[in-house]
Each structure stands twice: as C-alpha cells, then as structure tokens.
C-alpha cells in the first residue's frame, strides 16, 4: 500500500485556513525575528509554536498542522506560507494508479470545502487546460512544453483578493510520477500556499522584464 505522510480532512483545511484569514500579513511578510525569544513572543502571538528553522520556519498551528514560513534567513521577508494537504508515496510504479486516484479524490474534497469558504477560484483547472496562469513564488514556474512532458503541476486552482497585502492563495496538487528517464514512482502532493502578493508581482516583473 502507497505511504500516506500527510492527511488533513478537509474540515481540518477550513479550520487552518479560517485562521489564516485573519493573520496579520503585513507582519508575516516583514520577516520573522532573528532572536529566539522574540521568535517564540512573534509566533505566540498568531498561536504558533515555532519547531525549526530549515529554508524557513516551520511551525505549529493552533489546529493542531504544520505551517512552513519560506524565507532565506531569520530576519528576512516571507513570501509564502505553506501547508501540506495530503501526501503520500507510492512503493512502485504498479502503485501509481491508486495514488493518482487518491490524490484526485483528496482534491475534490479539498477543493469543494475551499469553494465553500472562499467562493469560485479566479483559475482553476489542470496542467493542459488552455489558459494555464502565471503561478505566484520564487523561480521560474514550468512552461507549457514542461506541464506537456511531466504533467507538473497537475492540477492547480489560484484565489485572489483585492484586500492589499492580502495573500494569493494557491491549491497545488503535484504527483512526482514522471521523471526525464521515464515513469517513476509516484509521490503525489495537495498543498494549499499564501503568497506575498508584492513578491509574487516584483517576480513577474523581474521574468517579463
């Protein structure tokens, strides 16, 4: 049977989500402080307990998730906030069937609670539905020859705000099942991230020129 890692119902994705809308983001996005103490004071005051500090903070929801605060350093800006759905992996390529088809299952689940909260996406739809956006993040997203070639992202559902500093919120669901040298096996992820919609933009602008 395929190793599940992550499993967040979807109650359990509205109840962090709630939360999460009513952040302070101008004060995520300014950086978490350097100094543990003050780190600590920082997190308890979004009911946060801080665990390590690895390419961002991770940390622990009052819901009881995990929460990963991308950044470079302590101190630096964050420009997302991260949470792991569902996860799982698949022992071998004869497994890759059921883990997309409990990805696909998961998804649904998790996409219809989000429309519920949140309303229709402003884009939703798979990895060779015409229109594919422009994802918000660091680096540069794959392009239409990658998304035809790997099926990555394979399936993607983006809602945007017109509250400034408001994140962008995206649900990403990944399967990790094909590789350069051929079919692997699956290691499907559903991730739901809050992007610093400032960083999101200067990074557009940065690739367009």
Not at 122 to 140: H, I, V
């Amino acid at each position: 049977m395929p190793a599940v890692t992550a499993d967040r119902t979807p109650d359990q994705l509205v109840a962090e989500l709630e939360r999460l809308i009513g952040v302070d983001w101008p004060t995520v996005w300014a950086g978490v402080p350097e100094d543990a103490g003050k780190r600590t004071h920082w997190c308890a005051g979004f009911g946060w307990r801080p665990l390590w500090f690895e390419g961002g903070l991770r940390v622990r929801t009052a819901v009881g998730g995990r929460l990963h605060l991308v950044s470079e350093a302590p101190g630096r800006p964050v420009t997302r906030v991260a949470h792991t759905v569902w996860s799982a992996r698949a022992r071998d390529l004869h497994e890759n069937a059921l883990v997309t088809e409990r990805a696909q299952a998961r998804w649904t689940a998790g996409l219809t609670a989000l429309r519920g909260l949140l309303g229709t996406p402003s884009w939703n739809g798979a990895w060779d539905t015409p229109g594919f956006p422009e994802l918000p993040g660091l680096g540069a997203w794959p392009d239409a020859r990658w998304r035809e070639a790997y099926q990555d992202p394979y399936r993607v559902a983006v809602w945007r705000f017109q509250v400034p500093q408001a994140p962008v919120l995206e649900l990403r669901m990944t399967l990790g099942a094909t590789a350069r040298r051929g079919p692997v096996p699956a290691n499907a992820r559903i991730e739901l991230a809050c992007h610093d919609p400032a960083h999101a933009e200067a990074r557009r602008q940065a690739r367009h020129g």
